[in-house]
Every structure is written in structure tokens, then in C-alpha cells.
């Protein structure tokens, strides 16, 4: 492909290691991935970090500089039959020249094990040299056998300064930039790109030649990117988010632990920062609710009911109406008093049962619907708490075994104030001992 025909995000890819951007714990003068590559030696590598941030840069800088053969492998579009064709490949030049071929593999995440155990027994002989590039957790993504075998390296997101500077070079450059192109290049429009890529080097570049594509069509125009043709020439990417990947455990791990931190301001920040990037809100919705039941409890009774209603609301009206009703609950539960205590008690509770076992119900709680099950004695010396003053009366629930159990422990703090209170309350009038008649 000529070089002006190739997209600019790709004639711009750096060729010397010293101009990769943003990401100097890697490749700056001294770092691990530097001095690798300036002594010819290297070894496989799990380059993570999220789209845009130089990857696949760092991955063909490797092949430069090593001088090894090259060979690109999408876990998109190959297979096992495209996987044989690189390994015959990668021995004959093994036996010709003695060097191992470098496999570089986008979005690994993709492959499953049964995939990747294939790269394993290639990169122990040291037939290739595996380069692999994830947006994803390789924790969760890649086997352990392969994380073994290669150095997991973390990329940065890109930061505005760094977009500013690859934009700035790509505008000043006229053999494999845009410098050619004659086309002025305001700040604003520089601004507008660098806030619209969110950390993608590839998103900017491409925004600013679909900028400059929009600029130099126009009949008469006076050859100016500006802000307002800028936003008229793209339309604003959608925040990076990947509803089964570690962004989406972020985010709403984020939301939860705002919620329980008490922090309003951020509860709506990052409540909104899921809906904008396309999470569902129904599942938001649902941690709410189980965040009033699990953070929240009886400190503030409302609480639940108002997540509840907010899901509802969803389900009935959608957007953008009910998106203010998911935002009431937010602001709602983050400014609710908080209250662990059912959560404990459900935890407790749950590790007596696993403990203990079925402890038999006790008799006189049994219900009793035939003749023979009352001969038995179900039933039998249940106190119906309503025949009694204020509807209660000193009886055991618990089985035997369990009688002096508690699970339950209500805080201080809101409503359950008043839960404990009244328990207490319950507690001292089941140890009062009984009149005698």
C-alpha cells in the first residue's frame, strides 16, 4: 500500500523505541524492555494495557530491533490451520539462520485453553518468541502455563499530555504526517481530539485525518481545522468499557464502594460513567438493591423500597426518564445511614446451618394438621403470643442446641437504633424469671 493511502495512526507508528510515548517504565533509557531491545536479546512478553496505548508498537519495535523474523497472529481471524503454517515457518528458518521467529499474537484474551496450551510447547524449545497484547486481565485471561513461560508488562493509559504531543508531532510532520496537507490546525481543534479520544492514540489520529479529510472537501473553505469543524467532521467516541472484562468489575466495584463510602457526589459520577458506556441499568438496579439490603439493612428501612422503586421504574418508563429515578437511589443509599449487621448475621447464620446441621424443629412449634401428628405431640404447648399482653410471651424458637445463638447484632446508627433497642428490650424480658401463681 503507498504511504499516503495507508491510514495516518499507522504511518506514524514510531520506528526507534525512543519515540514510543507515555509509556517510559517500559521503554525509557534504563527500563527492563529498553535494554532488552538495545542488546538484541528478548523474551516473551504479555504486553497488557488498554486500546490505543502502544501495544502493537512495541510489539513490531521488537522485531526491529531484535532483527528476528516476524509473523502476526489475530486470535480473531486464525486458527489451528494458520497456527501450522507459522510454526513450519518459524523452523525453517531456525535450521536456515538460526534465529527463533517472533509470534505476535492480538487480543490473546480471545484464544481459549485449548489455544493457548497449542503456543506452549513452541515457546519452551524456543521456536518463537511469544509477543501477546491484551486489553484484558491476563490473570483471568491467559492459562497459568503460558503467564509462566512470559513476563506480563504492564502499558499506561495514555495521558492528554501524551495525545497532545502525538498529535502535535503528527501535524508537524510532512512526510509521514499531515504537515503536507496545508491545512492550519488550531488549538481548540488540537483540544477537542485530545478530549475525545479518552487515552487512544489510534481514536486521535484517526479523528484528526477525519477532520482533515472534512476540512479539505469543502467548497471555498479557507483550509482552518477549528473546534467547530472538528465537531462537525466526528462524532464523540463512546466511553472504553467492556461489559464482560476487569473495566466493568471496576466500575461497578467503584459505584459500591462509593455507595458505602457515603460519597454522594461520587455514587452519581460513577453510576453515570456505567450508563454512558452502555451497562445495563437493570443490573445496576439489582445492586442496588441488594446494596440496601447488604450495606444499608434496617439502619434506614426506606432504603430498600427506594431501590426497588427505581428498578421498577426502569422496567416501566426507560430511558432517559428513568435514568433521574436510578440517580435518586444512588444519592439516596449513599446518604443513608449504614449498617452491616443483616449481612453478618446472614453470614453467621449460614455457618451454623453448615456446622450443625438439621437441628430438629422443636415440637411445640410443629404444625399439627392431623390427629396422629398431635398424638405425637405437635404442637403440643405452643403459646399463641396474641393471648397475651402487648402479643408476647417467653417461648423458644431456636432448636435445643442453639437456644442461647445470636446472629443478629443491630448497630446503633439510624432506625436500627430503635431494632435494638426493642430487642434488648425482648432479651431482658426473657430472662426475667416467671411469677409464681
Known sequence: MKEGKRPLADRLRPERIEDVVGQDHLVGPGAVLYRALKSG?????????????????????????????????????????????????????????GRPTILFVDEIHRFNKAQQDAFLPHVESGLIVLVGATTQNPSFEIIPP?????????????????IRTI?????????????????????????????????????????????????ASEEGGEGVLDLKKAAEATTRKTLPYDKDGEEHYNLISAFHKSLRGSDVQASIYWLYRMLLAGEDPLFIGRRMIRFASEDVGLADPQALQIALNAFEAWEK????????????????????????????????????????????????????????MKKLGYAQGYLYPHNYPGGWVKQDYLPKGLKRRTYYRPTGRGFEREVRRRILDLEKRRKTPEKEE
Open 146 to 162: 503460558l503467564l509462566s513461560r512470559a513476563r506480563v508488562m504492564v502499558l499506561n493509559p495514555l495521558k492528554e499530555d501524551d
Open 41 to 97: 536479546r528478548i523474551f516473551s512478553v504479555i504486553l497488557w494495557g488498554p486500546p490505543g496505548c502502544g501495544k502493537t508498537t512495541i510489539a513490531r519495535l521488537i522485531a526491529r530491533y531484535t532483527k528476528y523474523p516476524f509473523r502476526t497472529f489475530s486470535a480473531v481471524t486464525s486458527g489451528v490451520k494458520e497456527l501450522r503454517e507459522v510454526i513450519d515457518g518459524a523452523k525453517k528458518q531456525l535450521e536456515a539462520f
Open 317 to 372: 418508563v426507560g430511558p432517559p426518564e428513568a435514568e433521574l429515578a436510578l440517580a435518586e437511589a444512588a444519592a439516596y443509599l449513599a446518604a443513608a445511614p449504614k449498617s452491616n449487621a443483616l449481612y453478618l448475621a446472614e453470614k453467621a447464620v449460614k455457618q451454623e446451618i453448615e456446622s450443625s446441621g438439621a437441628e430438629p424443629v422443636p415440637l411445640h412449634i410443629r404444625n399439627a394438621p392431623t390427629r396422629l
Open 167 to 215: 498529535l502535535v508531532r503528527a501535524i508537524s510532520d510532512r512526510s509521514k504526517g499531515v504537515g503536507a496537507r496545508g491545512i492550519a490546525v488550531k488549538p481548540d481543534a488540537i483540544e477537542y481530539v485530545v478530549h475525545s479520544s479518552f487515552g487512544d492514540a489510534r481514536v486521535a489520529l484517526n479523528t484528526l485525518e477525519m477532520a482533515l479529510d472534512y476540512v
